[in-house]
């Protein structure tokens, strides 16, 4: 008997037929069929173990649930160790659907991430375009000190002060200004999109292009290319891409994206049985990832920013946000800035759901140059620092944009 087929029935044998036993033979044959990564599993052994641990776990259940096959899937697909491969519970991969279709969030929000608290002041590090915050006036890296002209004690503090539907008045600090800004919660209908904002400050001049993810097809590609026009039109001379934890997204927008910055360029996706380009030409995207249904398409305006350009990155920028970077670096010759990515560069993923409403990410596409040469897991910085957004909090001085300054020889 084959090995596969004799774990299989060995996991059968150990569990008998029941719905956490399907839901586990369904995970592991999904994994060994479309895993396309670079870690070795061995995955007949990986099914032994797994339902062998399924079956201890469903000892006195006379009929084992799928909760306690998704506690093993999940597991075992951790131990793979590859960024790009993970379990997601029936909500998580519901909510990720969301975000990738840029449907709205019917919960009235503030529009802003608050990544840090220090000496009484709470770091914005986000604020979503045409959120309620944004309409008030608050912008990237505002530090709030008061809440209704009280104080802050921490994170928590901060959250629950603002958790009302009534107005709440922020005291704020941009730079050297003090800012009172009046806001309200409301519903937020637009996807997660790139924004331009002039931090105090800078320069006359430099403007920072922030880039939070590439989720949503056929919308931040073109964004991009929509706010490097408008930088031109207001005359900007430099241009800061602030990637710092920017989670990934859509192949198609992560290709279309650095167009504006580097003119054509051309890499290459590769699954077990395909290969397809990936890049930009002249205002067109060029291929996509074989399993997504969305096509490459062509940009209505393309822009090219011929002023000088730095690029920021973090721990946490990962996948798509490691391509643009790379792209940048390698293809612009542009300096990037800040610590060693997350190592998600040279592969792609995709979600295969499970029948419980639950799906695996699985690694199925390795990048390559057009070389033929693999691309590198991390984007190496050309200028090593650490992000620190207490600090930020703390001082209200961005270290990572005074670094972008001075690289650009900006004074």
Not at 278 to 307: E, I, S
Not at 351 to 365: E, K, N
Request: proline residues 7%; charged residues 20%; glycine residues 10%.
């Amino acid at each position: 008997m084959r090995p596969v087929v004799l774990a299989f029935v060995l996991l059968i044998q150990l569990v008998r037929a029941s719905p956490a036993s399907d839901l586990l033979q369904q995970a592991i044959g999904e994994l060994r069929t479309h895993y396309y990564g670079y870690s070795v599993v061995d995955w007949d052994a990986l099914a032994e173990q797994s339902g062998r641990e399924l079956a201890q776990a469903c000892t006195g259940q006379p009929q084992c649930g799928v909760e306690e096959a998704a506690r093993i899937i999940a597991r075992l697909v951790r131990n793979i160790g590859d960024g790009h491969t993970f379990y997601l519970s029936r909500e998580r991969y519901q909510q990720i659907l969301a975000r990738f279709a840029g449907k709205p969030d019917s919960r009235p929000v503030y529009g802003i991430t608050i990544p840090a608290y220090a000496d009484g002041r709470v770091l914005i590090s986000e604020v979503l375009p045409q959120s309620a915050a944004d309409l008030a006036g608050v912008r990237p890296y505002d530090r709030v000190e008061a809440v209704n002209g009280m104080p802050l004690t921490g994170l928590e503090d901060f959250r629950a002060r603002i958790n009302t539907d009534q107005p709440v008045r922020l005291t704020l600090l941009r730079g050297e200004e003090r800012l009172q800004l009046t806001l309200s919660r409301q519903p937020y209908s637009l996807p997660v999109l790139p924004t331009l904002y002039a931090p105090g400050g800078l320069p006359e001049g430099v403007l920072v292009l922030r880039i939070p993810d590439f989720a949503v097809y056929q919308q931040i590609g073109p964004r991009v290319h929509q706010l490097v026009l408008e930088a031109q039109a207001r005359g900007a001379r430099a241009l800061i891409v602030d990637l710092r934890d920017n989670s990934g997204g859509e192949e198609t927008e992560c290709s279309s994206a650095p167009g504006a910055f580097v003119g054509n360029f051309a890499l290459e996706m590769r699954t077990k049985s395909v290969a397809v380009p990936f890049g930009y030409a002249d205002g067109a995207v060029l291929g996509n990832d074989p399993k997504d249904p969305n096509p490459p398409y062509r940009l209505n305006q393309a822009a090219r920013f011929t002023g000088q350009v730095a690029v920021l990155v973090s721990p946490g920028t990962a996948s798509c946000g490691e391509i643009m970077a790379y792209v940048l670096q390698q293809f612009g010759g542009i300096k990037v800035i800040g610590q060693r990515t997350a190592g998600v560069m040279n592969t792609a993923t995709e979600f295969w759901p499970l029948a419980d409403g639950s799906a695996i990410a699985i690694t199925y596409i390795r990048t390559f140059k057009a070389n033929g040469e693999a691309l590198p897991a991390f984007v190496t910085p050309d200028v090593e620092m650490a992000y620190e957004p207490e600090a930020i909090a703390r001082t209200g001085r961005d270290a990572m944009l005074e670094k972008a300054l001075e690289v650009m020889g900006i004074r």
